[in-house]
């Protein structure tokens, strides 16, 4: 079982910046592959990135390639995302999303997710 808890959402405008913060809870962390995904009002909830369960694989949306970077810090269970260069359409409630060992991109692969933190890009 894995709990995980993000943070570091909130209101910022268009070219800016803001880091998302996902803490997991259980055990062997390090075998969990993890993955950003992102839900706008009124739209399917979509993949963002995902990072192989050692880190060093890394896999973009083709939407956020060269502005999002996904990165994790196995010993302390922590998995981020930097968002840089941010768009209107980024605005979205953002989910941090685990599974065992292999990374995946469809969120019906994923067994256990956070409550998710908004980000509204606004000037």
């Known amino acids: 079982q894995v709990r995980l808890v993000e943070s570091g959402g909130g209101l910022v405008q268009p070219g800016g910046s803001l880091r998302l913060s996902c803490a997991a809870s259980?055990?062997?962390?390090?075998?969990?592959?993890m993955a950003w995904f992102r839900q706008a009002p009124g739209k399917e909830r979509e993949f963002v990135a995902a990072?192989?369960?050692?880190?060093?694989?890394?896999y973009y949306a083709d939407s956020v390639k060269g502005r999002f970077d996904i990165s994790r810090d196995n010993p302390k269970d922590m998995v981020y995302l930097q968002m840089n260069s941010l768009k209107l359409e980024d605005t979205a409630v953002y989910y941090c999303?685990?599974?065992?060992?292999?990374?995946?991109?469809?969120?019906?692969?994923?067994?256990?997710w956070g409550q998710g933190t908004q980000v509204t890009v606004s000037s």
């Open positions: 999303a685990a599974r065992r060992w292999t990374v995946g991109m469809r969120q019906g692969q994923y067994d256990y």
């Open positions: 259980g055990r062997t962390f390090s075998s969990y592959a």
């Open positions: 990072i192989s369960a050692s880190g060093p694989d890394t």
